[in-house]
């Protein structure tokens, strides 16, 4: 059999060939396939779970880890700057962070709380009887502008003419457009869902031509000021139609403050006398006469028909009808479904929605039936324009106490058990709702609102003025707070206290303090900084603690300091300026007083302008250097690898005022003297530690017998250096023989640090150890499978390391007791920079990590494609030296306040 002949490939196929590549293949490809294609060689990070208990005992060091990629930034890279980006969603949980095995989760939730009442899937009530009373909205005129073909009549007169003309009628149309206007008052916030499933239920109902939505701005001092759906002001006139077919729907609780005002009562009168308008009530009865808005009993009646349709009205018990233009009435109706009156017969068709159904039938109603009802008489001859001033509400003298009992007194049972449970949680209409859900099993927003317009709840002292409505968080009065909570049990409490915990952790994607940690654990874990969404649910979660005895009172204030502390936030990654040197940057910029200081390998040295990034002045030291500079009394220094030292004033454009010679071998560290003494400790590689101080003397401390120098490190008027075999000495200032000396016999590949008590040593093979300052014995050792190959960081009672294996420890100073520790990302030259309560962890493979120094979680992540050092400035600013020989300033993304 002959093979066939393949078909002639054509240009059309060709490209469709390639559009099918570029959709089908990009869609198909697998999510990690980015990742496989950047790091080929990685291993997969090990999945992380619960982990088996930990059996009582001194606690094993972990194991060290595989190495792993970097994450996966998932969605699009925003754009911040050439070379760094923040990674999206980077915030680690506290879940993952603690003193057990790296990645042990804990359970944030008792066992004893069991599973959690879903949500209901409506707050509306009989959505289907709502739906068909608004059906009876639903006539069809004829429309004014469009036509259509009248198909009979065509043929008709083709058969009589032998001509195919089209014979064209008036197309015919739903007869009505609605306008919803819906306040936008904070008091609405516990009914938006509500609201958003009665809007839903508007739009889908079919029965309006259109559905067009406006805001209602009330809490305003003056008129209430209308809104597109986009949040610009819109004319007051907008919801009016030109034809008088378009119903006006408003919905208001009418608490605002600008229903008070007469130009707001004049704006819905102008409405009312060109179309009808309705004024649907959030609230139940029983709480209207606590509203702005009057309501006078009325008997409506319609005149006319079609457009020209209006109401006419009579207050109830009088027989003078009255309607526009001398007055109009928009009657009121009540959303919630207590609409029902008790004095009126059910209707069977409508259920709770009775008055709405009633409403219904009056607007379509063309003969002439009376409908009673209460209603806003306005008059519409009342002046709208020009400034009126606002009435001044009187002074509320009653105190927290009497509000309280007032409210227990005058509320729904419901509402007051409301209440009481809001009390150990933090209040904002969201977790109103997970409380009714949850713990009450009820989810009517009217008692949310009883609770809202009760007078008890205050300002919060944590309110975010760009929070979400759903989020805005309010207070209790402490004296309140105690009382309702002296009520409760301690396991309603804490039930109350989880569930809305655990609400808020799963909103915000993350937990940064283990509640369930401070109740049960013997030594619970330190709470690190808080964010914003944290800080409410810390104030009440101590004050819980505080009402658990004495015993949980240390707890207590330790979380209130916290929650009162300063607190981090995230922010938009901004890079103010990227400067560039002559050569690659090993050492960290030196942020001083309002200058930056940098120093390349090449021995270019560089003042810049923290604000602009322009160079101030540059210097050329005239060899290569491998140190640091240092600033000290007001001047700079800097080392040369031909033993050469330099010092300059970084304000004046001039040459060096002083220039000193220490040695033929290269200087490898420098550290300045004691504080107001303009002196420096000087190492060289050839295992020299000079003291040089003010009139540039210079004074041997360890001649060349000794090793390779490390590192120095100083504090307050003591020095300390560490050659690489393990070789410790101290001085003190001014200088004189060592201190101490002490062998450690492990090697050392990076400089100590030190605080006030003891001198902390990188240890290469084995972890860090800790001299006393006082007499040089090693106060603690802490032993790490992978070694520490740079500086640690010394801050708030801890002491940070990173081993080459990429893991991150915190330390106690005093007893060397492992804090926290927790997964970097592992490369060579990984580095630590304190700053702020924060710890910025970079290496020479790129990206820069930043943790909470008190508890290890990890706050944000930049991911870079070069390797940087990392100084830290004000206002959570980064100083970033490149290997690339770029200095980078960045509004870093986490800003503590």
């Known amino acids: 059999m002959a093979e066939e002949e393949p078909a002639e490939v054509t240009v059309d196929a060709v490209l469709d060939w390639a559009w099918l590549t570029a959709v089908i293949g990009t869609r198909g490809a697998p999510p990690d396939a980015a990742v496989e294609i950047a790091a080929p060689a990685a291993a997969a990070p090990a ?22 990629p970097p994450r996966a930034v998932r969605g699009p890279r925003p754009e911040t700057s050439l ?50 009373l608004l059906r009876r909205l639903r006539s069809h005129g004829t429309a004014p502008h469009a036509v259509v073909l009248d198909e009979e009549a065509t043929a008709e007169q083709a058969a009589l003419t032998d001509l195919i003309v089209p014979v064209l009628e008036p197309a015919r149309e739903r007869w009505f457009e609605l306008a919803l206007v819906v306040d936008s008052a904070p008091s609405i916030a516990p009914w938006r869902r509500l609201l958003a499933e009665f809007t839903r239920l508007v739009n889908g109902n079919g029965t309006f031509r259109a559905v067009r939505s406006w805001s209602l701005d009330t809490d305003v001092p003056g008129r209430a000021v209308l809104r597109t759906p986009f949040g610009m002001p819109a004319p007051p006139a907008a919801p009016v139609g030109p034809t008088g077919r378009r119903i006006v729907m408003v919905i208001t609780d009418g608490v605002g403050r600008a229903w008070s005002h007469p130009q707001t009562s004049a704006m819905l009168a102008s409405w009312a006398k060109q179309c009808p308008v309705v004024l649907l009530n959030l609230l139940p009865k029983r ?5 702005r808005i009057p309501s006078t009993p009325v008997v409506f009646r319609s005149r006319g028909t079609g457009a020209a349709r209006r109401s006419a009205f009579r207050v109830r018990h009088t027989t003078r009808w009255t309607g526009p233009p001398e007055r109009v009435a928009v009657p009121l109706i009540a959303l919630h479904p207590e609409g029902l009156w008790a004095d009126d017969p059910a209707d069977r068709r409508a259920g709770r929605w009775s008055e709405l159904s009633r409403w219904a039938r009056m607007i379509t ?17 009342a002046p709208a324009g020009g400034p009126v001033p606002a009435p001044v509400p009187a002074e509320d003298r009653r105190t927290p106490a009497v509000r309280l009992a007032e409210f227990r007194a005058g509320a729904s049972p419901d509402a007051v058990e409301l209440l009481g449970k809001l009390a150990a949680a933090p209040i904002s209409p969201a977790t109103m709702r997970v409380v009714q859900s949850a713990v009450l099993g009820q989810e009517d927003p009217a008692f949310a609102a009883e609770v809202m317009l009760s007078g008890l709840l205050v300002e919060s002292p944590d309110r975010d003025e760009a929070a979400r409505a759903d989020d805005v968080v309010y207070d209790l009065d402490e004296q309140v707070r105690e009382t309702l909570l002296t009520a409760m049990s301690r396991r309603s409490a804490l039930e109350v206290y989880f569930r809305v915990a655990e609400f808020l952790h799963e909103r915000n994607g993350h937990a940064e303090f283990d509640f369930q940690d401070l109740l049960t654990a013997r030594e ?19 004050t819980l603690l505080h009402h658990l005895g004495p015993d949980y009172r240390p707890r207590a204030r330790r979380l209130e300091a916290r929650a009162n502390g300063p607190m981090w936030r995230r922010r938009e990654l901004t890079r103010a300026w990227t400067a560039r040197m002559s050569d690659w940057i090993r ?44 600033v000290t009394s007001g001047r700079v220094w800097a080392g040369c690898d031909d033993g050469g030292l330099y010092r300059y004033d970084p304000t004046r454009r001039l040459g060096p005022d002083a220039s000193v010679t220490v040695g033929d071998a290269a200087v490898v560290a420098l550290v300045p003297g004691p504080v107001g003494a303009d002196a420096v400790f000087v190492a060289t590689s050839d295992g020299r530690v000079v003291w040089l101080d003010a009139a540039n003397d210079t004074t041997e401390l360890w001649g060349t017998r000794s090793g390779v120098p490390a590192g120095l490190c100083v504090s307050g008027d003591r020095t300390a250096a560490v050659d690489r075999a393990g070789r410790v000495g101290a001085w003190r200032a ?15 590949h990076a400089a100590p640090v030190a605080d006030e008590e003891h001198v902390y040593v990188p240890l290469a093979t084995a972890g860090i150890a800790a001299l006393r300052w006082a007499d040089g014995e090693v106060a603690w050792r802490a ?28 330390f106690d100073v005093e007893s060397g007791r492992r804090v926290w520790h927790t997964v970097d990302v592992p490369q060579p030259g990984l580095r630590v920079t304190l700053a702020d309560g924060l710890v910025h962890v970079a290496g020479d493979a790129g990206g820069i990590r930043t943790h909470d120094l008190a508890t290890g979680r990890r706050l944000a992540e930049i991911r870079s494609d070069v390797g940087v050092s990392v100084a830290a400035a004000a206002r959570g600013r980064l100083i970033l030296a490149g290997l690339d020989g770029t200095v980078t300033s960045l509004e870093g993304p986490v800003v503590v306040d």
């Open 47 to 68: 999945a992380r779970g619960p982990g088996p208990p930990v059996p009582p005992g001194p606690e094993p060091p972990p194991a060290p880890i595989a190495r792993r």
């Open 83 to 132: 070379a760094f980006t923040a990674v999206p969603d980077s915030v680690e949980s506290i879940e993952r962070i603690g003193t057990g095995p790296a990645g042990a989760v804990a359970r944030r939730l008792p066992a004893w709380l069991g599973e959690a009442r879903p949500p209901a899937a409506s707050v509306l009530p009989d959505r289907l009887e709502l739906a068909r």
């Open 287 to 291: 709480w209207w006469d606590r509203a």
């Open 365 to 381: 109603d063309e003969r002439g039936r009376e409908f009673a009802g209460p209603a806003w008489v306005l008059d519409p001859r």
């Open 524 to 542: 619970p874990a330190a709470v690190g900084l808080l964010g914003p969404h944290s800080r409410p649910l810390a104030r009440v979660g101590a």
């Open 587 to 630: 050492a960290r910029p030196v942020v001083t007083d309002g200058l930056i200081v940098v120093q390349d390998v090449a021995g270019m040295l560089v003042v810049l302008d923290p604000l602009t990034g322009m160079a101030r002045w540059t210097a050329h030291l005239g060899a290569p250097s491998r140190c640091a500079p240092v």
């Open 734 to 748: 001014p200088p004189e023989s060592a201190s101490w000396t002490r062998d450690l016999s492990e090697a050392v």
């Open 783 to 810: 032993r790490l499978p992978g070694g520490v190959l740079s500086t640690p960081g010394v801050g708030a009672g801890l002491v940070v390391a990173v081993s080459t294996d990429g893991l991150l420890y915190a």
